[in-house]
């Protein structure tokens, strides 16, 4: 039996995983803990918190595994160094920040306060997109399958494309820097006055506010060719002019310009944050939605002339992009997808550590990952404990009590704050640290809005839906249990579920089975037996912050929002009582 250790550290996203004979017991990202949204330095709590999720301790860690290779790909960084001398000191930069990995049991040292005699692991460094691209092979029911990653860049690539199989992911292309899907992605943003690393959700929410004004431009922006594609130098900032994306002292992701003169000279000055969106900003987040639908597509094409299967293994934060994932049915030759909860860069913990076990190790103890509750749970005491502290009153209810009384509310319309077993793996509540409501409500966006959430007022929120309904409202029967595809919502279904139907009549789905999770299916079900609607209104349990993990920042945020209702464990709270 191994012990393995998976991180991502000193990049967006640090996360820690622990698996163990091939199965993930524990996984979370340091966010959740330090509550530094994206954080990018060394994730120490997430470690501490993994190890004590598993019972282990760090002399019990055979191997650690990092979701980053400095080797790989090392002809094709020098050979762009040597076309391009000028930008050499920026990409020292961007290296000298990413070194801190070369060893990891000093770093254990300095960072954990960890003994050096009971160090005895082994460092493994697993190529950034192998990572990716194992962290969901590796976690499905399959033997074979295409493999496919996509991001901004990771070790000098922006894409790989592989042949899964047994304990093998065999790489068929890789597309390198600077040509990327994620930066033509992450420039747009930019220049449309979403600056935050993470802020392209928010642009694939604007985009169906635009329309194709631009579509000759883009087309200009993205060359596709035979194999792979190309962009247009002339719209970016050159590789490596600056850093593209660095991070603080305090480990706060700062983003670079990636926008070139050029833009400014063809649509005007950049938009100012938060300031008024013009018709040509949402023309351009229509735009960029589009052509990167139109490469991505071209490019799981290819892999499947590479690949000729019906199944494709995806990750990488491109793999975030839910409206593309719910198209590709339509567009491309593949009929299923398996992707991780934590698509983005936070998976690269899981993803490296499930690549030593299977890929390395050869332990051959596959695992498929139906749910995704690898994070914390808190005990009884512990959740009474934080009521106290913030003077909640609550009642204690046994569990069909705890589901009539919940359902009774969201019916109702009232906002109600879900706190249940452990905390989820990945980027999206899934019914774990949820905010629940009434999706047939016309007026609850503007409330949740109002009262909690405080977001754009074009973002949509998101349907969780029984398993077994999703083919009577959506117009795709592929599951999506892990909130990771868009689908066009049926006519007749559209006002029953106003508040998660966006305007272009779609929901960004999430079908619950309940061997999954049969609580939060059971809650479900027992609001679609009082409203007729199999449905809530799922989003994450926080206020403009990272999602809460403990009973004490859940017991705050309902507190200081204007939330009516907080089921948290078997405790039933409402601020009227």
Not at 131 to 151: N, Q, T
């Amino acid at each position: 039996m191994s012990v393995i250790l998976g991180i991502n550290a000193y990049h967006p996203g640090a996360s820690a995983a622990i698996v163990i004979d091939g199965k993930p017991v524990a996984a979370i990202a340091e966010e959740r803990l330090n509550r530094i949204k994206y954080y990018a330095l060394f994730p120490k709590l997430a470690i501490l918190k993994c190890l004590d999720i598993a019972g282990i301790e760090l002399k019990d860690i055979d191997y650690v595994a990092i979701g980053r290779d400095p080797d790989a790909n090392r002809s094709k960084k020098i050979e762009y160094l040597v076309r391009n001398p000028t930008k050499l000191l920026n990409l020292i930069k961007i290296k000298m920040s990413k070194s801190s990995l070369g060893d990891m049991k000093e770093l254990f040292v300095r960072e954990l306060d960890a003994d050096p005699a009971q160090l005895r692991f082994e460092q493994l460094h697993v190529e950034h997109h192998l990572a990716h691209i194992a962290g969901s092979y590796f976690i499905s029911p399959w033997e074979r399958c295409a493999g496919f990653s996509v991001d901004g860049s990771g070790d000098f690539v922006t894409c790989m494309l592989a042949k899964c199989e047994g304990d093998q992911i065999d790489i068929r292309k890789r597309v390198f820097v600077p040509h990327s899907l994620g930066s033509l992605y992450m420039m747009i943003c930019e220049f449309i006055g979403y600056r935050k690393y993470g802020d392209e959700g928010k642009v694939m929410g604007l985009a169906p506010l635009g329309g194709d004004t631009y579509h000759d431009t883009f087309e200009d922006m993205v060359n596709l060719t035979g194999d792979s594609f190309t962009l247009n130098s002339k719209y970016f900032m050159p590789f490596g002019s600056n850093q593209g994306m660095s991070f603080d002292e305090n480990g706060q992701m700062k983003i670079h310009r990636h926008y070139s003169d050029f833009m400014v000279e063809k649509f005007g000055e950049p938009r100012e944050p938060y300031s008024d969106i013009p018709d040509r900003d949402r023309d351009l987040a229509f735009g960029v939605q589009r052509i990167f639908e139109k490469g991505y597509m071209h490019l799981l094409n290819i892999l499947h002339g590479m690949v000729p299967d019906e199944r494709v293994a995806m990750a990488g934060g491109g793999i975030l992009n839910s409206v593309a994932n719910g198209k590709l049915f339509d567009e491309t030759p593949f009929r299923e997808t398996a992707i991780q909860p934590a698509a983005g860069d936070e998976g690269l913990s899981i993803g490296a550590a499930l690549y030593v076990s299977n890929c390395i190790l050869k332990e051959g103890n596959r695992y498929e990952m139906q749910s995704a509750d690898l994070g914390p749970e808190y005990s009884d005491s512990e959740i009474k404990s934080s009521l106290n502290h913030y003077g909640i009153k609550y009642i204690k209810l046994d569990r069909d009590e705890l589901i009539d009384k919940t359902a009774d509310d969201i019916e109702k319309g009232c906002v109600v704050g879900w706190f249940q077993g452990r905390m989820e793996w990945g980027p999206r509540a899934l019914g774990n640290r949820s905010i629940l409501a009434n999706p047939g409500r016309k007026d609850m966006k503007a409330i949740l809005n109002s009262r909690i959430k405080r977001r754009e007022w074009f973002r949509p929120f998101a349907p969780s839906v029984l398993a077994e309904c999703q083919s009577d409202i959506f117009d795709h029967t592929h599951p999506s249990p892990f909130m990771l595809h868009v689908y066009k919502i049926k006519p007749e279904w559209r006002e029953k579920l106003v508040a998660v139907n966006h305007v272009d009549d779609t929901g960004r789905l999430q079908s619950v089975a309940r061997d999954e999770n049969a609580l939060y299916y059971d809650l479900i079900k027992k609001v679609g037996e009082k409203t007729g609607t199999p449905a809530v209104l799922n989003t994450s349990f926080n206020e403009n912050e990272p999602i809460v993990c403990s009973p004490q920042e859940a017991a705050d945020c309902f507190t200081r929002t204007k939330m009516d209702t907080l089921a948290i464990g078997p405790f039933f709270c409402r601020k009227d009582d």
